[in-house]
């Protein structure tokens, strides 16, 4: 087949995505493809005549465009196949304050959280606000996490441990212009559970490496940075629990194909932190270790992920 690869694009996850695509391509290639990539960042309005001679298109975008569901909308409208969820189901997972009101609504265990809209940050003259205090308030006691709504990979995320730091954090975020979510920071052990198809694979459990306070940036993507066990060694009807969790926070957000969910586990009990649409693929990424666990290379992966678009084109 001809495949357009889609990477890069502009958000702060650009590096990532990038990364993941050299492994992509080598790998379709390998199984007999031709492919073409396509950077949105070089004119995503180029996107619809770049689409019209190729079989299908295979997206590797983090944040937006991409994780935002606006790439998939405008290839539902040339009728072009790919992998992964639709622009409805794309959206609900990216904004994390909404997917965890569907959560709550559908009984799935979330943290407790705060949303911040981007404009409490600047009075109406579109000046930058220099005390939030009496704006902000959290019914929750500290730690705190502190990241953008709309984002991934661990970028901009803080660990706030006092009260007193607390607006300071969401400052630096709302500066960007960008909505804020404060989550009630629970310890306990991280989990990760991919989907695929309609079938939830073998969890991960995740110990942040030295220094690290949760699964950061660097811990996701260096190697070494991260203990990550796969299976995860929980007992079974803790293992699925998560599974059954991961499956039902898929279908509540309409998604299709995979998804990864990420979970902690406080004191016992899973909690959902959020889900991904478009999980990373990477050489150290969770996805393709949980569908090696599962029994499937990383070229099987991308051929199932192909057979799974093209069914539901």
Same mark, same amino acid.
């Given at each position: 087949m001809r495949i357009l690869l889609i990477a890069g694009g502009w958000s702060d996850e650009r590096e990532v995505s990038l990364s993941g695509a050299t492994g992509i391509e080598t790998s379709l290639r390998r199984m007999g493809h031709t492919v073409i990539l396509f950077d949105p960042r070089d004119g995503l309005t180029t996107l619809p005549h770049l689409a019209e001679d190729v079989d299908f298109v295979f997206l590797n975008l983090h944040g937006a465009p991409g994780e935002d569901g606006l790439v998939q909308a405008m290839l539902d409208g040339m009728g072009k196949p790919y992998q992964g969820s639709g622009p409805a189901g794309s959206i609900l997972a990216l904004d994390k304050a909404v997917s965890k009101a569907l959560f709550v609504k559908n009984n799935l265990a979330t943290p407790p959280w705060v949303f911040v809209p981007a404009r409490l940050g600047v009075d109406q003259y579109g000046e930058q606000i220099s005390d939030l205090s009496a704006e902000i308030s959290c019914p929750f006691a500290p730690p705190y996490v502190v990241k953008p709504n709309l984002g991934g990979s661990s970028l901009g995320v803080e660990m706030v441990r006092e009260r007193n730091g607390l607006v300071p954090a969401v400052q630096k975020i709302l500066q960007q212009g960008r909505d804020v979510l404060v989550e009630q920071y629970l310890p306990g052990v991280e989990v990760t559970c991919s989907v695929l198809g309609d079938e939830a694979l073998p969890l991960i459990l995740i110990r942040p490496g030295e220094g690290a306070s949760f699964f950061d940036y660097d811990s996701k993507y260096l190697p070494g940075r991260a203990d990550e066990v796969c299976p995860a060694p929980l007992p079974g009807d803790v293992s699925r629990g998560i599974q059954s969790m991961a499956l039902h926070a898929h279908r509540i957000l309409g998604l299709r194909g995979y998804s990864r969910a990420d979970f902690i586990l406080h004191e016992g009990q899973a909690s959902l932190l959020e889900v991904n649409t478009l999980p990373g693929m990477t050489a150290t990424s969770l996805l393709p270790q949980a /569908? /090696?666990?599962?029994?499937?290379?990383?070229?099987? #992966? #991308? /051929?199932? #992920?192909?057979? #799974?678009g093209m069914r539901e084109h």
């Open positions: /569908a /090696a666990a599962h029994g499937l290379d990383f070229d099987h #992966l #991308l /051929a199932r #992920l192909i057979e #799974l």
